[in-house]
């Protein structure tokens, strides 16, 4: 069971170049804010995106999927059917699938769905630290989709949580946490641009759910998509310093990051 | 009460200061192909999207908004429900909301829907002349989203439509004209790329909703709003003269527009 | 009949010209991942984009646009809807009409749809060689949006389903095929970096629909349709050799490409 940051960083290095040899087949049902971002994140990493979310298809297309990425960003009811079914074909088919429960908390369409997902036991479940928090039932949420506690002061609830669902919960942050009940990893790359993007957190989810594909071990292939995401948008501020060349320099870095880049630049502990 | 095109100026970049100090709560109900571009042109900006547009959670939302933004640009039928939701929340709470009636007139659904929120007052309508023309309900709309009226053409229609709903009415084009019934300002400033880039309009429309959470005079916010727009569109020519790069060179421009590129580009009447 | 490459790469020059000069109204009911970069491929192209698609509205929009792209990507249930009135109105005023049957195959609710579009008979097809196969009724479909089959490979379902719709076919890959059952051209432009970016192949049926707005022969259209697009692709990598800034540089050359690019580059036979 890997554990060191060495060991990590080494898994990281080989999951990278497992996604982009295997280039796995990732479901997301996601936000119409970032929908488009999410599928060119995961292109630009070497994955192949299937934007499957209407019910009847949604859930046969999680059984043959490499991963499955549910974002409760803007759930509209015949998408709300079709993530229930997709999680629960996911689970039938050992997909591993990841649950962002974006904005949760008081907000009481997603909440509730987000707690019924919750319980079918989510692979990977990420979010910032007022999403982990509300998810695991143990506060309010923030606001809107920012977050109003730190990743740190989420730390109990992402380890209770992430025990309760027998999964790996990531917490992100300025420093991002990943536990699976057990193990915690904290990775301290990334730059504040990627607050100033809509969809940044959201095509991480999307990147767990592609680097779960490749191993077993989603404690790792999440720690595994963390530091490969936040290290590109390390790599993509030598190129674009405000928000729109930003996002587009970060797809690129998506694309050509490599084990040097993240050998050199990873911060993990 | 602010009237003189020095007033409105200094005005706007006082305004300017607060959305990025304050990074007010955007709730945007719009459109499927300029939420994306909406979401980043709000986070460049400085001030915080949320999408939030299903029935049962936009109204509560509403309620704690900063501003809202209503678009009809793809008004699908569980999304108006949620607009007619969001509209009377911000209403009864006193949310600053803009209505974005986009190419109303012929299109039948969202007419009667652009009518009936209409009457319920909104802060700011925002639309291009034809789209002003059909809502006054003294005209037939434009074709799809291109205003087939100028400008100067809908000035009378505006000032009935702000005089009816006592709000603000702002007419996007060449140059832009924004009217409370009474006072009018037009904005010489911005760029034919505009017209190029999916959602300018859209996307202004919820850049005047942030601007409209940070002071009651909606005239004044609006064409502030109007200004730093159109002026950031400018600045982004220098770095990006065909569409692509231009809409990338926009969101960098919104984010690093300062008080000197204001007052020495706005051209206010 | 426009047959050798010479006439078809003069019709090509023509075309561009005619796009431009008339900014066609096209009307696009797409999946939504892609309607932001089709609305802006068709913007930077010069024609003018609507993406119409609620019931009651598709339908009567159909019958005065200038062309109709409806792409299944991500088909819910009103949309289909919309999609069935729009392609009926189409066919009753006589607007031309593309289908892309995204993904069709294995995915039950979007290839019952395909089937019953495709009876209608669309003026075009356009998809990769798996979804033409599978549209055909001659095979089961790819993996999710990716071709499993090769072009060459779906050559004789192209030309039997051009026969059977009376219309045009076309099969996307690293050469594009178009016939109209009797005619067949193939272009060899492009680059690599368009399976990069999401809704390459979308934003070409949506230009496919533009092109078809300005001549009656649609197989000439299409072709084209697809010289224009590749060459721009093509042109793009000077700017672009990663996903993020390829896909910027795209929409650049769109709005860029001129007669001495497509006669200098062209690769028709």
Known sequence: MLRTPDD??????EALARVRDRAPLVQCLTNAVVTNHTANA??????????????????????????????????????RTAMTEAAEAAVAAGTPWVLDPVAVGSLPVRTALAHRLRDLGPTVIRGNASEVIAVSGAGAGGRGVDATDDVEGAADAATALAAATSGVVAVSGPVDLVTDGERVARVAN???????????GCALGAVMAAFASVDDDRFATTVAATVVY????????KHGDAPGSFAVAFLDALATVDRSDLTGRARLS
């Open 42 to 79: 995961l292109l630009a990493l070497g994955a192949a995106p299937a934007m499957v979310d209407v019910p009847e298809e949604a859930g046969p297309f999680a059984s043959v999927a490499g991963g499955v990425l549910i974002n409760l960003g803007t759930p509209n009811a015949e998408q």
């Open 230 to 237: 936040t290290v590109a948008a390390e790599l993509a501020t």
């Open 8 to 13: 990590l960083l080494d898994f990281t290095c």
């Open 190 to 200: 990334g730059d504040v641009l990627l607050t100033r993007v809509t969809g940044a």
